[in-house]
Nanobody, 123 residues
Framework: VQLQASGGGMVQAGGSLRLSCAAS????????IGWFRQAPGKEREFVGAITWGGSETHYADSEKGRFTISRDNAKNTVYLQMTSLKPEDTAIYYC?????????????????WGQGTLVTVSS
């Protein structure tokens, strides 16, 4: 599975962005997808994840209520809708795929990673 994140850009605090994670490969629908981000000088951290069928999602506490993950397996795409953005959300956002679900927060278990997309939130 090859992944490509897109949709990043610059937005003012309080604004919204929708990131996309497009995948190639016929087995995309068999993979759980996680979103991670890495801010300058910081470690990569978990943002949220969605199961292969889209029936379950899990979010980091700081993103609950602001971020929503969805997927369209017919389009081989997972979305990360971000609202009420804050300057501290500034980071490179990555999507990753893995066949196992638990634990979704563990970045080391994800088998495939896409190139990131930069999100910059100005105050």
């Amino acid at each position: 599975v090859q992944l490509q994140a897109s949709g990043g850009g610059m937005v003012q605090a309080g604004g919204s962005l929708r990131l996309s994670c497009a995948a190639s490969g016929r087995t995309f629908s068999a993979y759980n997808i996680g979103w991670f981000r890495q801010a300058p000088g910081k470690e990569r951290e978990f943002v949220g994840a969605i199961t292969w069928g889209g029936s379950e999602t899990h979010y980091a506490d700081s993103e609950k209520g602001r971020f929503t993950i969805s997927r369209d397996n017919a389009k081989n795409t997972v979305y990360l809708q971000m609202t009420s953005l804050k300057p501290e959300d500034t980071a490179i956002y990555y999507c990753a795929a893995d066949r196992t679900w638990y634990p979704p927060v563990d970045m080391y278990k994800y088998e495939y990673w896409g190139q990131g997309t930069l999100v910059t939130v100005s105050s």
